[in-house]
C-alpha cells in the first residue's frame, strides 16, 4: 500500500475548468513520455514524473470541489462497491483505502487492484476513458454543446467525482506498474515532484 500525500497548490488559484484542462495537458504529457519509452528514446523515471505531475492535478481538483462545498469522499463507497463487483478487490481490503483532506494536504491511498495483464498502455487508456466522462459531464451542465437537457447539478457532481476517483485509481495503478514491473522508488519520485513544486513556487508558506 502507497501512501500519498499531496498538497493544495496554495500559491496558484486554479478553477474547475483550468482544473480539468490542466489535466489534459498532464494527460498528453504522460503519452508523450510512455510513446517515448516505447521508442526507446525515454525513461521511466520521465513517465514517472509526468503520472506524479497528473496526480497533482487530480488533488487539485479535489481542492477545488472542496471549496464548492463538494466532497468526493462521499461517493469512495460507490467505487469502491464497483472495484468489490467487478472482482477487482477482495472485500476485506477496503480498509486499506484511505481519501482525506485537512485544507493544505489530500492524503489519499488507493489499493492495488487484481487486474490480470495490467499494463501502462492500457491504464493510460482508462484514464483517458474517464477523462472523457469529466469533459462530457462539465459540457452537459454549462449547455456547451446546445443541447436543451440540463441534468442536475447533484447529478453531475456525481458523475464527476467518480469519474475523479476513477483517474485516482488508474494513477496508483500506474505506480504499482512502475514499482513492481520497473522497480521505481515511489517514495524518491513523490520527493522529487514535492522538491518541483517548491521550486516553482506553486506552494507558498503563508497560512491560506
Ligand atoms: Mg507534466
Known amino acids: 500500500m502507497e501512501n500519498l500525500a499531496l498538497p493544495k497548490l496554495n500559491a496558484l488559484s486554479p478553477t474547475l475548468d483550468s482544473t480539468l484542462l490542466k489535466m489534459m495537458e498532464e494527460i498528453g504529457e504522460l503519452s508523450e513520455q510512455l510513446e517515448l519509452l516505447e521508442e526507446g528514446e525515454g525513461s ?3 513517465v514517472a514524473e509526468e503520472l506524479l505531475d497528473l496526480a497533482q492535478t487530480v488533488i487539485t481538483l479535489m481542492f477545488v470541489f472542496e471549496k464548492e462545498g463538494i466532497r468526493v469522499q462521499e461517493w469512495l463507497d460507490d467505487h469502491i462497491e464497483k472495484l ?3 472482482k477487482y478487490l477482495k472485500p476485506e481490503r477496503r480498509d486499506e483505502i484511505l481519501l482525506k483532506s485537512d485544507g493544505k494536504y489530500q492524503y489519499i491511498s488507493l489499493p492495488q487492484l487484481n487486474i490480470s495483464g495490467v499494463t501502462l498502455d492500457k491504464t493510460l487508456r482508462n484514464i483517458n476513458k474517464a477523462m472523457g466522462r469529466l469533459a462530457q459531464a462539465r459540457g452537459k451542465f454549462r449547455g456547451m454543446n446546445g443541447e436543451n437537457c440540463m ?5 453531475v457532481n456525481k458523475i464527476m467525482g467518480l469519474a475523479l476517483l476513477h483517474v485516482a485509481q488508474c494513477c496508483y ?3 504499482y506498474v512502475l514499482k513492481n514491473q520497473y522497480g521505481v522508488n515511489i517514495k524518491e ?7 518541483k513544486l517548491e521550486r516553482k513556487g506553486y506552494l507558498s508558506s503563508k497560512v491560506s
Not at 441534468?151 to 447529478?155: D, G, T, Y
Not at 519520485?189 to 522538491?195: A, F, M
Open 151 to 155: 441534468p442536475k447539478s447533484s447529478e
Open 189 to 195: 519520485i513523490v520527493e522529487r515532484h514535492l522538491e
Open 84 to 86: 468489490i463487483e467487478k
Open 173 to 175: 495503478t500506474m505506480m
Open 44 to 46: 521511466i523515471s520521465s
